[in-house]
T-cell receptor
Framework: GAGVSQTPSNKVTEKGKYVELRCDPISGHTALYWYRQSLGQGPEFLIYFQGTGAADDSGLPNDRFFAVRPEGSVSTLKIQRTERGDSAVYLC??????????FGPGTRLLVL | KQEVTQIPAALSVPEGENLVLNCSFTDSAIYNLQWFRQDPGKGLTSLLLIQSSQREQTSGRLNASLDKSSGRSTLYIAASQPGDSATYLCAVRQGTSGSRLTFGEGTQLTVNP
């Protein structure tokens, strides 16, 4: 079956612009997670959805970051007024709450 | 705040060697610990998951152990192969922090033919 998919795979933008990153979880998975991975680092938690609601958004670094999951399936991570420090790989994962999180290939964001 | 550390940061070995990757965590109140593999430009693949009540898990040539009280886990890879070359990440799930995973920085493994 299909795994977690993320689009775009790569995104180059200019400082100050707005970007949206999309995640399609595995069908039927109720839990969805966003992580951010900087070069040479492990992934860092951003936000976790259970169904449509954000169960834990404590990892979002500031109010320029926002994520939605309106129908409990696809999620969009939105970044306003991008900064160079936002450059990273943004990883999405989904789970059916049975323990293992299944990760997508990530979106590589570069802010110039 | 939970902190996860992995040693070594990088490791290069000849094919056929047995090797051990180390992971330590500061808060022993974990729900489970997971080892992932990450290939360049790819997402993460789960290798082994150990519940907090378990001591070890095995899958093929991989064996992961957990000593929760001392905050340590090891990933043992037997008879390494060039195809094992990747970054290996350790992650813990806190029992008190919902479902988030806290990751180490990873060990970059190169197995030379």
């Amino acid at each position: 079956g299909a795994g977690v998919s993320q689009t775009p795979s790569n995104k180059v933008t200019e400082k100050g612009k707005y970007v949206e990153l999309r995640c399609d979880p595995i069908s039927g998975h109720t839990a969805l997670y966003w992580y951010r991975q900087s070069l040479g680092q492990g992934p860092e938690f951003l936000i976790y959805f259970q169904g449509t609601g954000a169960a834990d958004d404590s990892g979002l670094p500031n109010d320029r970051f926002f994520a939605v999951r309106p129908e409990g399936s696809v999620s969009t991570l939105k970044i306003q007024r991008t900064e160079r420090g936002d450059s990273a790989v943004y990883l999405c994962a989904s789970s059916n709450n049975v323990e293992t999180q299944y990760f997508g290939p990530g979106t590589r964001l570069l802010v110039l | 705040k939970q902190e996860v550390t992995q040693i070594p940061a990088a490791l290069s070995v000849p094919e056929g060697e047995n090797l051990v990757l180390n992971c330590s965590f500061t808060d022993s109140a974990i729900y489970n610990l997971q080892w992932f593999r990450q290939d360049p430009g790819k997402g993460l693949t789960s290798l082994l998951l150990i519940q907090s009540s378990q001591r070890e898990q095995t899958s093929g040539r991989l064996n992961a152990s957990l000593d929760k009280s001392s905050g340590r886990s090891t990933l043992y890879i037997a008879a390494s192969q060039p195809g094992d070359s990747a970054t290996y990440l350790c992650a813990v799930r806190q029992g008190t922090s919902g479902s988030r995973l806290t990751f180490g920085e990873g060990t970059q493994l190169t197995v030379n033919p």
